[in-house]
């Protein structure tokens, strides 16, 4: 039968972003154990509605964690304690009776806090927005077949592709750096021969904004891989940094950007 | 209400390319004289806006999330229809064509249809080049799967997040717009109304969802792309903030909302667990290619099941009813969703069904992991099977997986004509937010197949067309100081502070609720004259009750996410009436739409072709009066209208 539980919760409160905040302690009870982590939230929301308080504030959308819309850690951790998990699919279950959770949104500073948990997560935009892409206009493209591409490469861009863009890598990060992010980004289009022609451009056009926005250096400590929820590891960096490295000899040597 | 469908003259596989030599064009210099509104930015918005940009227009795209990378056709899993034909297996754009007709149980337009068909193979052509990392075979060439209602294996797929690498791709080309400064992204902004100007559609009005502020945005047309209104059931797969109100509003202001009734319900979904849930989960349909379906033989053996006495890998053989394969020997497991969804249903009835509540079925990989061994299986289906354990708790490759039908889609939508122009001149209308290519049920893998179609294939061409009819001269001449932005603007801040004002006790959601628990019962999977007629006047009244109870916390000048579904809700309601009595004008079963007045001995959907071969478009007469309804005949030239079988 489905088991219940009562929970503590220390919820980071934080009217707009000139404000200071605080953690703000609820109770809450009967709180199922198959009921999601933000199904939890939504109990608290209208708890707190009929108090005649207002909820509390969380980004959320898809709640089947693909969209990457929820941020917010958990114990200390992005997306809370289960690997490989965005915060909308963890489940109560990981949870016991008379625990104390700590509900806090990311912390990094090119993430600006708008309001209690939630961020504002625009400079990862703009990193794509600076290379992100292989141009392909619509109408221009050829057969999808005229291109034979390895299995292996396919599937090595497929897991570079698989990221959501949620940013859990850079509040995980002790330098807030969103390395992994666009590590990720380029290794899906740099490997693929489609890509090749922006390959450099890319290179250095994304790590120039990502520099821009005042993210932090990588220093190979690794918590963005454990943090990540869809598993994008570490040697993509090592990819990344080789691309750059080589994007930027041949930019000396023949500008491209 | 002029519902001119606009379908070229010619036969069938010539409309298209006739039609896109016969419209205008806007020369490449003068192209950057005109601004083009998106509201959207999914596949069909994300495509519409990117495409058009690349031609030179301006756009100004909009969309609630935090980014336009978060729209919801990121969730779609399985995978996207082209008839390429890579599998010499007897694929062709007829076929296609024919399968999506057949599939939407004869309730589409031929000639829209066609050119989805048509311009499939395209959007492969177009994703591969963009990067998007479709399944290979090792040759290095494309992989297919087949998806329900086809015999062939035509579906091109990315891994089970098929949806998510298609947007990126579009995200990514509408990024490389906004890094130009040819796209203007709005993002955390939602559209509140749509203006008129001189009966064309030339703004809209939005609010920013951070600030509060309601602000004007003319252009010289406005492209909706704003998705499905199936958040009208409260439970549904669709995201948190799928909402129904940018498409009612315009309706609203005279666009015709057509076939609302005809809703998907998905047969693959992770059963409801308890009330404290907010949302339904999908399974991918591709998982029915290996997995089958079943539920017990007997209501006794269920029970056991239910109450945890049996494990269902000790039930027998001869105790295991697989009911698709029972019922639909040659489409097996992948019969269409409508049909495979009412199987299951049916079981359940029976008191059949597994899951706690009774209302479950199985969705076993025994026999499949025998076959193939556990790591095929792993490959094929591996992040499908780690997010139903994640959810659930069950490991799938030990214990059949527990499936239960869910609103997932919905193929009615606002009217729109072969250029998928509403009847508000001016407005098009892209994506699950028109009506124009499911009928009454749309097949797998078609939605995405459907929105980039719209999106990179057919708007770019058909809002050229428009604004070259409207000619350079009236590009950018209606600007937000216009006399009927202010009027709007004014409506949409009076509603605001009515919301803010009404100071009741009753929260959105719990609104919301109580309506989705409304029309899930009685104009949910089975439909009755009287329970239709019980659910308007039950709507009525919760509406009644919404607008003197209501209470939104907050205010209205900052992120409040109360205000935001207080409006939302507030236009469910609305519709949610709307649904029901299109349910209630339809009297034949067709599709997703099923009356049970209209069905066979054997409990199969019965159509009634002599009187209902029509599109039901409704046209909006005030608060106070009932709607009016239109008719747009559909004319099958093409397709012989035959009892769908899939036996």
Redesign the interface.
Known sequence: M?KTMNLTLRVWRQ??RLDVGKFVEYQLEN??E???F???L??L??Q???G????V?F???????????CSMTINGMPHGP?N??TAC?L?M?HFHDGQTITIEPWRAKPFPV??DL?V???P??RI???G??????????????AM????QI??Y??DA??C??CGACVAACPNASAMLFTAAKVS??NS?P??KAEKDRRSLAMVTTMDGEGFGGCTNIGECEAACPKGIPLDMIAQLNRDYAVAQVKNFFQPVL | MNLDSKIPEGPLENKWSSHKFNMKLVNPANRRKYHVIVVGSGLAGGAAAASLAEQGYNVSCFCYQDSPRRAHSIAAQGGINAAKNYQNDGDSVKRLFYDTVKGGDYRAREANVYRLAEVSADIIDQCVAQGVPFAREYGGYLANRSFGGAQVSRTFYARGQTGQQLLLGAYAALSKQIGLGKVKMYNRHEMLDVVKVDGHAKGIIVRNMISGEVSRHAGDCVVLATGGYGNVFFLSTNAQGCNVTAAYRAHKRGAGFANPCYTQIHPTCIPVHGDQQSKLTLMSESLRNDGRVWAPMSADTAKQIREGKLNPNDVAEDDRDYFLERKYPSFGNLAPRDISSRAAKEACDEGRGVATTGLGVFLDFRDAIKRDGQKTIEERYGNLFEMYQCITGDNPYETPMMIFPAVHYTMGGLWVNYNLESTIPGMFVGGEANFSDHGANRLGASALMQGLADGYFVLPYTVGNYLGEQGVAAAGQVTTDHPAFAEVEADVKGRIEKFMSINGTESPRSFHKRLGNIVWEKCGMARSKEGLEEAIKEIQALKKEFWSNLRVVGDADSLNPELERAGRVADFIEFGELMCRDALMREESCGGHFRVEHQTDDGEAKRDDDNFTFAGVWEYQGDDTDPQLHKEPLIYENVKLVTRSYK
Not at chain 1, 52 to 55: L, M, W, Y
Not at chain 1, 132 to 145: C, E, M
Not at chain 1, 148 to 151: G, V
């Open positions: 489905e009217k707009n709180i199922s198959d009921s999601s933000l199904e939890m939504d109990i929301s209208e707190l509605v009929e005649g308080h207002e909820p504030a980004d959320h959308d898809c709640r089947e964690g693909i969209c990457g819309m289960e490989g998990t699919q489940h279950r708008i309001k939630v504002d997560r625009s990862l935009d794509i927005q600076s992100g892409f292989i141009t392909g206009r619509a109408g221009s493209a050829v057969d999808a077949n034979p591409i390895s299995k396919a599937d861009a497929m592709a698989a959501i863009g899906h289009m693929l489609q890509g």
